[in-house]
């Protein structure tokens, strides 16, 4: 079955500097790829997702970059806000076994101000 | 209106006792899961129902028993709590099963914590 590997697993950045959470996966038949950022307390929400025929997507300060041949993807927070600060965790949405999606360990994100 | 929603929020039983967490979905989703996540925030599949049929039952303890009465609602029931079931249980909702890459909706979780 698929394996997903999150790195780092905290991350302290300067607000205003860029955050990036890499993510590496074993099954190469995954296709769907999603990122949520869970706040303290709070249900994960899903934040931006990229499909194996992409091979970056950007939605204003968050972009996700794949590279499918290194089976790794990649989430990059440009111009970090306090409000950033959250467990972020990846995805990868398994094909064989059961169409499960199996998630990263997260990534503790701090952003001081 | 809360698309995924589940009771309690919070929940505090003793060992051996037996409990039951309630989840529904007004997205008109064909998929539930239920997920459990650790005090490492560890998110781990448990179990998927696809229009009340059961896709994914994960190396889960038989004390753990899903039902799904129909595609809106996915209760969880947990017979005889030990303590190492203390944990943080999520329901999410997604449309679609094979071929059909959609993200998962959650619920606010069910902080379950056994003395």
């Known amino acids: 079955g698929e394996n997903v590997e999150q790195h780092p697993s905290t991350l302290s950045v300067q607000e205003g500097d860029s955050a990036v959470i890499k993510c590496t996966y074993s099954?190469?038949?995954?296709?769907?790829f999603p990122w949520y950022k869970q706040e303290l307390g709070k249900r994960p929400q899903l934040i931006i997702d990229?499909?194996?025929?992409?091979g970056e997507k950007k939605d204003q300060r968050i972009a996700v970059t794949l590279n499918k041949t290194a089976k790794h993807f990649s989430l990059h927070i440009t111009e970090t806000q306090p409000e950033d600060s959250a467990v972020y965790f990846c995805?990868?949405?398994?094909?064989?076994?059961?169409?499960?999606?199996?998630f990263g360990a997260g990534t503790r994100l701090f952003v001081k101000a | 209106d809360t698309a995924v929603s589940q009771t309690p929020k919070y929940l505090v039983t003793q060992m051996g006792n037996d409990k039951s967490i309630k989840c529904e979905q007004n997205?008109?989703?064909?998929?539930m899961y239920w997920y459990k996540q650790d005090s490492k925030k560890f998110l781990k599949i448990m179990f998927s129902y696809n229009n009340k049929e059961l896709i994914i039952n994960e190396t889960v303890p038989n004390r753990f028993s899903p039902k799904s009465p129909d595609k809106a609602h996915l209760n969880l029931h947990i017979n005889s709590l030990e303590l190492g079931d203390s944990a943080v249980y999520f329901c999410?909702?997604?449309?679609?099963?094979?071929?059909?890459?959609?993200?998962?909706?959650f619920g606010q979780g069910t902080r379950l914590t056994v003395v």
């Open positions: 099954d190469s038949a995954s296709n769907y």
């Open positions: 990229i499909r194996s025929n992409v």
């Open positions: 999410a909702s997604s449309q679609g099963w094979r071929g059909v890459d959609t993200e998962a909706f």
């Open positions: 995805a990868a949405r398994e094909k064989t076994g059961g169409f499960k999606t199996i």
């Open positions: 997205l008109g989703h064909d998929t």
